[in-house]
């Protein structure tokens, strides 16, 4: 797995971070992983065009153990255990302005947040895949089987 580990101090809130530039442009792209957190942790996980200034589309946050999206509290993610989490979304001619969130808690059948708003509305290319903590302590997410897919339902 990956340690993505802040600390207090760092210059810029968003680091450390890890993203991939895909260029995903028709169709629909998941993304799937493992995600456990320590406690304090404050990060998000985010899908960007290439646009200037970018559009983002799928966004979520991790913060005070409470995954949330467009501000809103979903589910509460257990501090120090691995959860499963899924993200797709149409791009493209497929993009409906949605994605869709699937998360799977130790122990339980997958929760699904079908029909979840992009950040912005007219998002439609995935050129920048990211995960990033902006935390101002010393804690730590970690990742692990990540997977990023393209192609036609």
């Known amino acids: 797995c990956l340690k993505v580990e802040d600390a207090p101090g760092l210059q810029f809130e968003y680091n450390p971070h890890l993203y991939w530039?895909?260029?995903h442009q028709e169709g629909v792209?998941?993304?799937?992983?493992?995600?456990?957190?320590?406690?304090?942790?404050?990060?998000?996980?985010?899908?960007?065009?290439s646009s200037d200034p970018y559009r983002v589309g799928p966004s979520f946050w991790v913060?005070?153990?409470?995954?949330?999206?467009?501000?809103?509290?979903?589910?509460?993610l257990p501090a120090d255990q691995w959860v499963h989490v899924e993200v797709s979304a149409g791009l493209?001619?497929?993009?409906?302005?949605?994605?869709?969130?699937?998360?799977?808690?130790?122990?339980?059948?997958p929760q699904r947040f079908p029909n979840l708003?992009?950040?912005?509305?007219?998002?439609k290319t995935l050129t920048w895949l990211?995960?990033?903590?902006?935390?101002?302590?010393?804690?730590a997410f970690y990742l692990d089987n990540l997977e990023l897919a393209t192609g036609n339902p």
């Open 130 to 139: 990211g995960f990033s903590s902006s935390a101002n302590e010393k804690t």
């Open 21 to 23: 530039t895909p260029n």
């Open 29 to 49: 792209s998941r993304c799937a992983f493992d995600l456990r957190v320590e406690a304090g942790v404050v990060m998000y996980h985010e899908w960007r065009d």
């Open 117 to 123: 708003p992009n950040v912005s509305p007219d998002w």
């Open 92 to 109: 493209g001619a497929q993009s409906a302005g949605t994605w869709e969130l699937v998360v799977t808690l130790p122990g339980q059948p």
């Open 63 to 76: 913060r005070d153990g409470k995954l949330q999206v467009g501000g809103q509290d979903l589910l509460d």
